[in-house]
């Protein structure tokens, strides 16, 4: 009975202090309660619907002309655009049913891609309230060309009232910007960004008058970029060199050697699908290929049989009987490379973890120097950043990824016998683009037959090589590349790399709100990118925790 009342009590107490801890995130604004908006709650893309009316429309629609150049990824960034790989969102969130958002030639990328159902932000309030703080206020059309608002340490406020503003050039700006379109008729633009403008922080356009049964608001994304790919577009990209043995079947992604000087040596009975391009400064091909996409090289000799379904960007070209060219013919061209990835800094431990044989180990994250197991063994990974000087599995090793995403650094080698497999937990929802392994040393990765392979892997000063009968998903950088032959081999490219924000790419790095009945956003445009980053959104929060204010309300009905 004793008992019984100190429980009593104790929950009594609880129940007092969580009943605080809430009512200390509300306020009272004209009569009615309001709550804080935990920055959790946001995507990269945040569709919300005003309540009591129909008929919501978002068009997602990149270029149809530079397919694969839009992208919207849930996945963490950092403020620089940089991959961080945890704490991912989803790309789109809505209030309203999926099925009222549309995409056509973008890519959408998250935990899960597109999520329903989440609390109503009421973003008439958060514009109207953000145009009460504004640093800078704007009611007539402006264009910003190559210049900055704010900086990295100077987030602003920027209110514009039913005018058009247009960013381009190398312009920069950080914080908020927060647009009221009080006449969303879709005749023109409200909001442009163009060449390699970025917006760090938090966008929000709200659609501010219900009275247009239209009622449309267009947003402009495009980059200056022309159509070259960029390094997320490949499955294999070699720094130096890579060798491609026969029957190669590559289901998504492109295959590209990085060097201004390098060469790309493909054998028979290359099987590629539309998206499929070749980039190599010289590229050789075998007997009876296939290339769905682009050639992109200084010089290029075909064997016979061979189809290229785009275009061959060239300066010399030799082919046997039967060549196909679908696409044009370019010349002259200057060869250029794509934009790499950042590499990691990082240092291992001093813990060293040794399994025998038939050994299932759960890997907690953190920093260690050797972890050995013998063969038959199972490593799993539960997320967050693993700092190792060298990894070896024997055969029929399994490394398995499961909770959220991974990345494992390597400070020397990883190490696999035969039948290697590296996979998301099955039935976790998680896939290649959920491990990134980096490796630092100059050691070789051979990855024998039958290997099963699902991750993202980046070793610049290492070489990979690839056995037969493999299925690879993810994409994979290396300073050589050589396949042998591929009898069975599959690959399919879903890649985490990226280029930065030096490329030719609109970015915008934080997450975006639209509220309203119709959006359409990138408004048919190519290169560019929404990337959802919580260190941005952390900044926006830490800039209004400094004005004394605060920033977001959520209506708690």
Known sequence: MKKSFIFLVISLLLIINISFAQEAKKVVIEGRSYSLLELANLGALNFMGREGEYT?????????????????????????????????????????????????????????????????????????????????????????????????????????????????????????????????????????????????????????????DTEITRCSLEGSGDEERGVGDFVLLALNEMTIGNNLKVLTGSLGVNSLSGRLSIGNNLDTQRDCSLMSYEITAGNNAFVGGDVRCDRISLGNNVTIGGDIYRNSLNYGTNFKLEGNDIHPYDFKGVSLPDFPDFSFGTVDISKGNNQTYTLLPGTYRDITFGNNCTLKLTGGVYNIRKLTMGNNGTIQYEGSTSQLRINQSLTMGNNPKINPKSGSGLDARNLIIYIAGTSGLTLG???????NLYMPSANLTVGNSANFKGSFIAKNIDAGNCAGTSLDNLSVFRGGVDGAKTMIIGS???????????????????????????NVEDMMKNKGLIWEWKQVE
């Open 56 to 212: 919501y429309r978002l068009e997602l629609k990149g270029s149809s002309l530079l397919p694969d150049t839009a992208l919207i990824s849930g996945f963490n960034h950092n403020i620089l655009g940089e991959l961080v790989g945890v704490d991912d969102a989803p790309a789109v969130t809505t209030n309203k049913d999926e099925f009222s958002i549309t995409y056509e030639d973008i890519n959408i990328e998250g935990v899960p891609p597109i999520q329903t159902g989440v609390d109503n932000i009421n973003v008439k309030r958060l514009v109207d309230y953000f145009s009460k703080k504004a640093d800078i206020t704007i009611i007539n059309d402006v264009t910003y060309d190559g210049s900055s608002i704010g900086g990295p340490s100077d987030y602003k406020i920027v209110f514009v009232d039913n005018a058009n503003i247009t960013l381009k050039g190398d312009f920069k700006g950080y914080g908020v910007l927060a647009i009221n379109d009080r006449t969303p008729t879709g005749l023109s633009s409200r909001f442009v960004m163009e060449g390699r403008a970025v917006w760090y922080g938090l966008v929000i356009v709200f659609q501010n008058n219900t009275d247009i």
């Open 512 to 538: 975006v709100i639209l509220g309203g009945k119709q959006f359409f956003l990138p408004n048919g445009k190519g290169n560019n990118a929404i990337l959802f980053s919580k260190e941005a959104l952390r």
């Open 449 to 455: 037959n039958n290997s099963h392979i699902e991750c």
